[in-house]
C-alpha cells in the first residue's frame, strides 16, 4: 500500500517513516504542502498522512487543493492543535480523519486501517438510489438529477450508510460505530458538522432527499420518494 507522508519535521518523519515501512507500507516522504501538490500530480497514493503545521503553504490549505482533484483520496490529518476548531478546519478542507500530537503509534496504525477498511468496504459494485440521487459505490459518484455531488471519503461514507438506512433513526453512537469505526470524543460535534456538509452539498443541486434532526437522538435519512 503506497502512502504519502506529509510531515516538516524530520525527526518525527523518520519515526512514522521506519514504523509504517516495517508494517509493509511503501512509504514515501515529503516536507511540504507544495511538494506534496507536485508529487499528487503524476503519481498515486493509497492513503495521505498531512500535517496540519507546515512551513509556507499549511496543511488545511494542502488539504483543500489536495481534494480538489483527488476527492477519494484518503486523508488523516496530523495535528498538535487540539483545539476543536482547528480540527474543524481540517475536516472542513476535506479530511478524513485526524490524529493529535503526540500519539501512540499503534493508534495512527490503527486509524490508517480502519480508515482504509471503510474505503474497502465501498469499494464494490453497489449502487443506491433515492428518486433522482443516485449513490455509485465501485466509482465513487453521487448525482442528483444527473448533476455530480462532489463527496469526500466520509461524506460519502455517511450518505451512503443514511440510505442504506432509510427511515430509521440513528443515534449519535451508532453512526461513531458503523461509520468511523472508533470511538471518538463525545463532547465533539464531528457528526453534526458532517452532516451539515452533506445537508449543504444536497441542497446545492435541489436534492429533495435530506437528513433530518431527531433532538435527544440523533439523526434520520427521509427519502425523496
Request: proline share 4%.
Amino acid at each position: 500500500m503506497k502512502l504519502l507522508l506529509v510531515e516538516d519535521e524530520a525527526d518525527i518523519a523518520a519515526f512514522v517513516r521506519q514504523g509504517l515501512s516495517e508494517e509493509g507500507f511503501d512509504v514515501t516522504w515529503l516536507p511540504d504542502g507544495e511538494q506534496a501538490l507536485e508529487w499528487l500530480s503524476s503519481n498515486h497514493a493509497d492513503i495521505l498522512l498531512l500535517d496540519i503545521r507546515l512551513p509556507g503553504m499549511d496543511g488545511v490549505e494542502a488539504c483543500r487543493r489536495i481534494r480538489e482533484t483527488r476527492v477519494k483520496l484518503p486523508i488523516i490529518m496530523l495535528t498538535a492543535l487540539d483545539a476543536v476548531e482547528d480540527r474543524v478546519r481540517g475536516l472542513r478542507a476535506g479530511a478524513d480523519d485526524y490524529v493529535p500530537k503526540p500519539f501512540a503509534f499503534e493508534e495512527l496504525v490503527a486509524r490508517i486501517e480502519a480508515l482504509m477498511r471503510r474505503v474497502g468496504n465501498h469499494a464494490h459494485d453497489q449502487r443506491l438510489t433515492d428518486g433522482p440521487l443516485v449513490l455509485e459505490a465501485d466509482a465513487h459518484q453521487c448525482t442528483c438529477h444527473g448533476r455530480p455531488v462532489e463527496l469526500t471519503v466520509k461524506e460519502f461514507a455517511l450518505l451512503s450508510y443514511f440510505m442504506e438506512n432509510r427511515g430509521r433513526a440513528l443515534s449519535r453512537d451508532e453512526i461513531h460505530r458503523d461509520v468511523w469505526g472508533h470511538d471518538f470524543d463525545r463532547g465533539t460535534n464531528l457528526i453534526d458538522v458532517y452532516v451539515a456538509y452533506v445537508r449543504s452539498k444536497l441542497s446545492e443541486v435541489d436534492c429533495p432527499a435530506h437528513i433530518e434532526t431527531i433532538r435527544g437522538v440523533g439523526y434520520r435519512y427521509v427519502a425523496s420518494t
